[in-house]
């Protein structure tokens, strides 16, 4: 992806890359994005999950709620993914930083109107969350149209982004190699807990379980 004039980067410009595979790698492991836009009130950031199909970033909501109106509506987005991968630490604090991996979207939406298309979306929302929910022997009840009547369904066209990555070492200045404090880096990684069943579930079914190659829990059909 070339870049434009939003996505060309002003501080390290190194790290920037337009990589469409590598901007879907991150978006597919991030759980959450960040969702930006402006209001007469000011600006506004949401957090919500989401899912990518192909070259759409698919976003939901509650169809009446601030977030879906106005992006509904065709303001601009800039939707944001990061992974914090560790922190790094320098013999200088001004050179203490973050080793992430990041991703950078512009746009605008477009609703998905028709309801049992969006409860069709909804459930793969679902799906991408948790591999294997909806379907199998112990699988999880369908969103139904009526559901979907109160949750709407954006589509952001994933065409202007950028990719931002930190990695290695701090960028420590000679004057600093006497101090004496550690340097380097500390990896960070997100550890599933155990599945707590409700007390309606018991341990009659099995639970989801953990798929680090997909950094998601899957459940087992």
């Excluded at 959450?32 to 939901?60: K, N, W």
């Excluded at 303001?75 to 790094?88: E, F, H, R, Y």
């Excluded at 069709?120 to 009526?146: F, K, M, Y």
């Amino acid at each position: 992806m070339p870049p434009t004039k939003r996505t060309t980067a002003v501080r390290y410009p190194e790290r920037v890359t337009y990589d469409r595979d590598d901007a879907y790698a991150i978006l597919d492991e991030a759980l959450a994005v960040h969702v930006g836009f402006t209001t007469e009130d000011g600006p506004v950031v949401v957090p919500t999950l989401h899912m990518r199909e192909g070259d759409q970033l698919l976003l939901h909501g509650s169809a009446f709620g601030r977030f879906i109106t106005t992006a509904a509506a065709g303001a601009p987005l800039c939707v944001t993914a990061t992974l914090i991968d560790g922190v790094i630490l320098g013999r200088a604090s001004s050179h203490h930083s973050a080793a992430y991996r990041s991703v950078m979207i512009f746009g605008r939406a477009t609703a998905v109107e028709d309801e049992r298309e969006r409860a069709e979306v909804l459930a793969r929302v679902v799906e991408s969350v948790i591999p294997g929910r909806l379907s199998g022997p112990n699988a999880a009840r369908r969103p139904s149209v009526e559901e979907a009547h109160y949750t709407a369904v954006l589509k952001v066209p994933i065409e202007e982004f950028s990719i931002k990555v930190r990695a290695g070492f701090a960028r420590d200045e000679p004057k600093d190699d006497a101090v004496e404090a550690w340097a380097g880096w500390i990896p960070l990684t997100a550890t599933p807990g155990e599945p707590v069943p409700d007390a309606i579930t018991g341990d009659r079914f099995p639970p989801p379980v953990y798929d680090p190659e997909v950094h998601r829990f899957r459940q087992d059909r």
